[in-house]
């Protein structure tokens, strides 16, 4: 069932100096129990479009509806819609309790509702046994189950969280990207969750949706986003490392690169909607290459370890470069010469004038 829905959504700011327009006829659709990751840019508009079906802000044209109500006209208090913040947004000296209890005694509720309200939800997030507890004595997991409970404690069901793990350090993160995935399957709370990080959003999301230029540019099961991006753009940002990206011709069962000396097999899946001659962009994944074997060859211009594998990049002539995955445990150095071949079902291929995925799943 669709239970966020954006339609046509435009949103400029106008400022003494500066205009923006982030947001450039956004559509978008959530169904209910969904984990979205909207994944984009810093500066993109991604803060913009929570703040939107927040209720925060007004579009400047388009509609927003949820639970299949429009809600133009809504006031933020009445969408049950919460928001989670950058770093949670708790407060240091009060205690899990009155952290969670806070939105309730904002809102003037009697005291026996609140303390009703406030262990159902600690319940429902398994924090009840930490409620006379301070913030500066919970762990990173535990600070995120505290800002979910105070975001669902006045009985919102959308969720909407802005690039909440920016602040954690890398081996925290870890462990509360799988904390909110296994909340999010327990809860089934719809959440809509913005971030410009790749892995986050891969990980996290059971719908993936690329934000760019103000609009969704692509949308879906995040495995498929990754292996068939709609169109070049996508294809050039998502993953780390993203897609190695050519400027090509058909020329019988290949594509040859227009510049350096790279060429690849057509794929099956693209044969018949390719001509000879045909200018196309191709692309194919830094860890789809393999190193060591084939034809093709390179030299090695850049050796980058980062730690479970090794990211070099071959100088192919011409100023074309090529990033490719190599095992971590394996030497190479820069000015090496490393063979390599590209399997036929690595590569996909765009239009040059449309960017867009010859092949349109
Ligand atoms: P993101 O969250 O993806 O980083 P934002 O939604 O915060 O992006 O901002 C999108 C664009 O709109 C940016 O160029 C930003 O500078 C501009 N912007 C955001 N908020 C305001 C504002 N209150 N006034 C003027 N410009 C703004
Ligand atoms: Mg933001």
């Known amino acids: 069932m669709e239970y966020i829905r954006l339609e046509d959504v435009w949103k400029t700011y106008r400022t003494k100096n500066v205009t923006a327009t982030p947001l450039r006829g956004l559509n978008m659709n959530v169904d209910k129990g969904e984990l979205v990751v909207v994944l984009g840019p810093s500066g993109e508009g991604k803060t913009t479009l929570l703040r939107i079906i927040a209720g925060l802000l007004r579009q400047d044209k388009g509609h927003v509806y949820l639970r299949g109500e429009l809600v133009d006209d809504m006031p933020p208090k009445d969408r049950r819609v919460a928001m989670v913040f950058q770093s949670y947004a708790i407060y240091p000296f009060m205690n899990v309790y009155d952290n969670i209890a806070f939105p309730l005694r904002l809102a003037h509720r009697p005291k026996d509702e609140i ?77 809509v969750y913005v971030t410009h990080d790749q892995v986050e959003a891969l990980s996290l999301a059971t719908k993936l949706a690329v934000l760019h230029d103000g609009v969704i540019q692509d949308f879906g099961d995040p495995m498929e986003v990754y292996r068939r991006p709609k169109n070049a753009w996508v294809a050039s940002f998502v993953g780390n490392p993203p897609m190695n990206l050519f400027d090509g011709v058909v020329s019988g069962n290949y594509i040859v690169a227009k510049k350096g000396k790279l060429r690849v097999p057509v794929p099956e899946e693209y044969r018949k909607l390719v001509k000879e001659g045909q200018e196309v962009i191709f692309g194919f994944r830094p860890e789809d290459i393999r190193v060591g074997e084939g034809e093709l060859s390179g030299t090695v211009s850049m050796v980058e370890r980062v730690g479970a594998y090794t990211v070099i990049h071959l100088d192919m002539g011409d100023g074309q470069l090529l990033r490719v995955v190599y095992p971590s445990l394996s030497t190479v150095n820069r000015g090496d010469r490393v063979s390599f071949s590209v399997p036929a079902e690595a590569v996909s291929l765009y239009d040059p004038s449309t960017g867009n995925n010859l092949e349109q799943r």
């Open 115 to 191: 303390d009703r309200e406030v262990r159902r939800v600690a319940e429902m997030l398994r924090i009840s046994d930490i409620l006379q507890k301070k913030p500066s004595e919970l762990s990173g997991g535990q600070k995120q189950r505290v800002a979910i409970a105070k975001a669902l404690v006045k009985g919102a069901d959308i969720l909407l969280m802005d690039e909440p793990m920016a602040n954690l350090d890398a081996q925290v993160r870890v462990f509360a990207r799988e904390e909110l995935k296994q909340l999010h399957r327990q809860l089934g709370t719809t959440i």
